[in-house]
């Protein structure tokens, strides 16, 4: 067994608070770094490319009217002197028209470098803009993101003990109690999510509740409330809005080729692959264009080390965390055994949010990612590390059986093939904490003065018909739907449509399970503020209002507008 941890550190060891600032100063140094050169290249690249289309290339006309010019002057050397002043008379007037367009190239090739730097400054404002937009429509419900892509359910009544131990952890640790959630998956995992310790919560797989022992599940829980406290969780939301940025269009590019190749080369096609063969060509081209090369492979790389390196130490951390808040190292290393023979890959699981994890949650391993660009440290380096600091050694034998444990685990499950129920079960690429929709809906509390009418349907040339109300200060949950009418689901499962007047303020640390099971419900409803006068005023601003998704893409859709605009004025100078 371990020796006891010395408690000569605070449980939490809340100098790593500030070192965590500082690492986040650091990261948003280094950000700024690899952001700087990819939003200008971009810019360059978007303008050259405009400039091809309004000003194509003078080079090709210049040698034409070289060549022109020296066909004349080839003629007229062949021409007798008696001769030569009709046939300079009779050119004079196509001679002139050549000197003009030749004038006319050299003022336009003075006025490009201006119009290229109008262009980049118009371009480059609008990137900066949808950035910030972007990383708003990350940050600001990055727990609410999660928990759908995990596909995440409030703890019942069968996960009464690990709900205590959560709230007993808390306590030890001096932090708000998070609230737990379980993601019905039989592979062992966790994760802590949140902007704050007052909104944080801990989800953890059904697979770690059956796998792992009381004093290991501890351990696993202790971890993730040690990222809560060192606020390693709001670290992570700004690591993973930054690193998905860079690699956009990287991620694009690789879609793109993807269904290329599937079109040349896939059973259904019966090309012959010329077409990817061509567009083959085209990436030697890329590949000598160095601005191209730093926006596809250098940006995202480098994007993916800063988040590596910062998520594999704050594992460590966590691992250390843990050891002194349990005071039982062993429990933690036993997990970590379990965990590693049994694996901790899920099928689901989107690599942006990897470093949300206690384990590494990829389905698929390459030996690449596992190194340089991996989101955590191996098992066995942790293990390591946690003997280190306990002062002494688990015996061997003891992780020796965790680990054929973990094993025998993966076995069982493997022969009685559980079915999944998170949402979705094929692995997907960053771009879907973008693209994906929210089937589950989302969990809103309803700000207005007076009770909303719900109807029961929308039919063009048809009013909708009134079902019934929704009291002020309810929580519904809302769909992302376009239309003049938003859909919702009451409390009591009542579908309908309400007006997208009703002002309506999002609970990010709430699922829509909650909501409909009236215990859960009226826990959520307990820690609500009640709806004064001033909340329920029309022209008030409810605190924690947050942007949705239509007023994001309304947002966007306002850049564009502005973008657009000043395209047109730097075009139309460059007309005249």
Known sequence: MTPPVSLSQPVLVYTRIAQNRRKTVLLVALSLIVLVPFILGITYLLSRGIMRQVSPSTARTYRSIDREEEYYRDLRAQVPAEERADFDASIEK??????????????????????LLELMLVIGTALTALMVLFFWGIAKSPTAKLLNEAGAFPAGANDVEAVRLVENLSIGAGLPAPKLYVIEVDTPNAFAAGMDAEHAVVAVTRGALKLLDRRELEGVLAHEISHIGNRDIRLNTIAASITLFLRI?????????????????????????????????????????????????VAPIMGALIRAAISREREFLADADAALLTRFPEGLMRALAKIGGSGSGLANANPAFSHFYFAN????????GNKLLATHPPIDERLHRLVAFGGGAVALPVLEAAIKEGRRYAQERAALAPVDFSVGSAARDELAALNS????????????????????????????????????????????????????TTA???????????????????????????????AVEAKLPPLDAAAMRTDAQPVSKTLSNTELFIAAGLVFLIVLTGLLAVLMKFGR
């Open 249 to 297: 269009p990287y991620l694009i590019f690789r879609r793109n080729l993807a269904v290329q190749w599937n079109r040349d080369f896939g059973n259904e096609s019966r090309t012959t692959g010329f077409s990817f063969v061509r567009r083959g060509f085209r990436l030697t081209d890329l590949a000598l264009s160095p601005l191209a090369v730093y926006i596809l492979v």
């Open 492 to 522: 009591n499962e009542t579908f309908g449509y309400i007006d997208r007047s009703v002002k309506l303020v999002q609970l990010d640390n709430v699922v829509p399970a909650e909501l409909y099971d009236p215990k859960l419900r009226a």
């Open 361 to 368: 949650p990829a389905a698929a391993k390459s030996r690449f």
């Open 94 to 115: 196509r001679l002139r028209d050549l000197r003009a367009e030749r004038a006319e190239l050299a003022r336009r090739d003075a006025d490009n470098p201006h119009f």
């Open 437 to 488: 929709g929210n089937p589950m809906g989302r969990v809103f509390r309803v700000h207005a003065a007076e009770p909303v009418i719900l109807y029961d349907d929308v039919r063009p040339g048809i009013p909708p018909m009134k079902i019934g109300t929704i009291n002020p200060g309810a929580l519904i949950v809302a769909f992302d739907d376009p239309g003049k009418l938003r859909q919702v």
